[in-house]
């Protein structure tokens, strides 16, 4: 990992806050299948006060960002016909335990009601099935079924109360979702039965047929899915378990001299900490004693430990290897790296790509339009079918309503995008929001700064090359005083150089940065122009022969910057930023997968060039200002392309804001993380090629369970009306469409969770 850190001009960095403002998480209650989550999503946005609201019905969570109340946003998904409670912060491992051990009293209660509902609906089956026939002639049979009904009712209010309980808040409320047709289905199914029971004569013989284990099976096998389905999402938030293990229960803080264990929650700024070696740091800081190697490969995916001496960052989560330190808390609680990291995977779980927004809508409209197919598919039955037609129309109709319910469909995208996002956070990559999931997956041009992106970002002085036999001390010594006013990194490189030969550097005067050209300043009373060769032209500085020297360094992938006394040349001095040591190999990753690799630098163009061609760049722009980035961005966006944007964050927030997508690389150790839309972890360039992976796996994967959810809703239904009985004498039977649909959802789980054995660095 890169010693350097992200940071951001501070109007991106008050951008970035305003655009996260601390979202509120509230916890569903009764919300059934996809078409609940326009609903609900509907009713929190028309909230004054709400910026946006975002379901995540995997999660049975909504994500709602604005000022609105807590008291207003439960109201009105309650007044949708929903129940809602507030949810606790994703960074407290207290408050995930609570919501584990929630789930699992919900999916005990499942399999209790679904064992009860199936303990009449099995043995119900096999009598139909091999011992006689479930019709009413007798009245010994008309008693029997009497029992057997209200045995069935019993099952419908201890294992199927949910159902209608929720079928009758949504009718209150106008609207139809998946419990809309599980109590029509089941609920017309038993009433029939009970009218054949109770006045069998208003029925025709040959229609005298009970389906009271259709009623049973149908509850117990959605029962059953729907705890099959609780099991399996349980497993989509390893990620989040995993980043909230990272975090020390404790810290060793020193208050009065003494040394105390306190829990890290009350650790407070600037408290001294010891860490001791095999320890977790516990906080951020700065170490003011001792120095040690630290293990951050947890948070950054970097295997090789880092050192860490005098002056150095700690980030919370990560492992002191070897000595002891003592260093001083500069973010604590929410404000860590750590939780800030958290927090961001959480976002981006509960984010929806595009494509998930798509099948949202048509969830929306898809429960009232199935709710027709099976009142004109009853009609049609009963005026065209043949006996008996009662007992058809009931069959097709229950049978469309059941098979339709869209919960699969509702789980589709959810399910992927958690599992992506995590698997991409487990590498070291944060992926923001589901939009950038998802556009990632087609990017076709990727432009990469060179400083600090494709290089360290560490510059180090190479070579003074000085005119007529100046002092190569005297002219360091210049230009480090010149460079001191200067945030660029090569500008940093000078002064190292200076101090690491123990120079005196005096004090600059009249300092002014001239964007994409250089700095002029005083510096013991004489003018010194310090930059590239355009500024030595524009000021009238005659170059002369020096160009040829210029050249040669830049041909040897070094930067010459020409340095000018009171108007006159004194030396070229040569900067070079070594490649890191995986750029070359990432870059020939993203080149086999398609995509365009475009190098942008404020470079001269020979030492862009010579970059270039060692990391196998055929394209690029060199001696681009700053403020022209974003403006090569929206070129290659005219030509086409989808663009991604990789820079350090210093100068590249524009072109990260104008690209399709912008990566920022960085240590993850400041808020400005939050500026682009997926955030390197680690300096290495692997990130990109690990990012593109995951998306396309991700997206492959949600087109694999949209398709088997719209083909199984769409197929299902006219074999369910009985579209091919007039050809194949064969009507769906009602239990094995809720057989069907139940292990539908629990068939897109499973597939979402296969993403978890993906290994991005093997594609």
Known sequence: MDSHTTTLPDTALSQSKNNSLAPVELLIEGAGCASCVGKIESALNKVEGVIDAEMNFAQRTVSVTGNASRAQLIQ?????GYNAKIGHNSEDSDALEEKEKADLEYYVKLMRE????????IPLMIYGLFIGEMTVTTTTERFSWLVVGLMTAAVMYFSGKHFYVGAWKSFLNHSANMDTLIALGTGAAWLYSMVVVLA???VPEMARHVYFEATAMIIGLIDLGLALE???????SQAIKRLIGLQAKTARVIRDDKEIDIPIEHVLLDDEVRVRPGEKIPVDGIITQGHSTVDESMLTGEPMPVEKNVGDELVAGTLNKSGSVIFVAKKVGKDTALAQIINMVKRAQNSKPPIGRLADIISAY????????????ALVWLNFGPDPVVAFAVVSATTVLIIACPCALGLATPMSVMVGVGKAAEAGVLIRNGEALQT?????AMVLDKTGTITLGAPKVTEIHVIQGGDKNEILRLAAALEQGSEHPLAQSIVESAKERELVIPLVSEFKAIAGHGVEGVVEHRRLLFGNEKLMREQGINVGDAISVAQTMASQAKTPMYFAIEGGLAAIVAVSDPIKNDSIEAIKRL??????????TGDNRETAKAVAAKVGITEFFAEVLPEDKSNKVAELQKMGDIVGMTGDGINDAPALAMADVGFAIGTGTDVAIESADITLMRGSLHGLADAIAVSKATLRNIRQNLFGAFMYNVAGIPFAAGVFYP??????????????????SATVVTNANRLRLFKAGDH
């Open 76 to 80: 009105a998904v309650e007044q949708a």
């Open 114 to 121: 679904m064992a009860i509902a199936l303990s009449l609906g």
């Open 200 to 202: 069998p004569n208003v």
């Open 230 to 236: 609780l099991k399996a999402r349980g497993r989509t």
């Open 366 to 377: 898809f429960v009232p339009v199935v709710m027709i197919i099976a009142i004109v598919s």
């Open 440 to 444: 990632a997956s087609k990017i076709t």
């Open 591 to 600: 080149q086999r997968v398609g995509v365009r690799v475009v190098m942008l």
């Open 727 to 744: 050809l194949f004498g064969v009507l769906l039977n009602p239990v094995i469409a809720g057989a069907a649909m139940a292990f539908s």
